[in-house]
């Protein structure tokens, strides 16, 4: 992996772009301090979500939201 510094990767971004799509990874570095990551572009490999794609596949039931108070003072009751 190759540390280039800003002024290097202005005046030779072309050729930097070129190894990078040969694989290679870049560090761009701004006074010796490492400021960014030049690697190859993927597109998601996460199908796009759809809004409303699960509709009318399952129900939720009408006591879902309901729970003990018994329950609910465990989670809010104060350390002492």
Do not use: W
């Amino acid at each position: 992996m190759n540390i280039v510094n800003i002024h290097q990767a202005k005046t030779q971004l072309s050729q930097l772009l070129s190894r990078v799509e040969k694989g290679e990874k870049i560090i761009i570095a701004n006074r010796g301090k490492p400021v960014a990551y030049l690697t190859p572009y993927t597109e998601s490999l996460l199908p796009k979500r759809i809004a409303g794609r699960l509709r009318g596949k399952f129900t939720v039931s009408e006591d879902f939201f309901h729970t003990d108070e018994e329950l609910i003072n465990l989670f809010e009751e104060e350390e002492s």
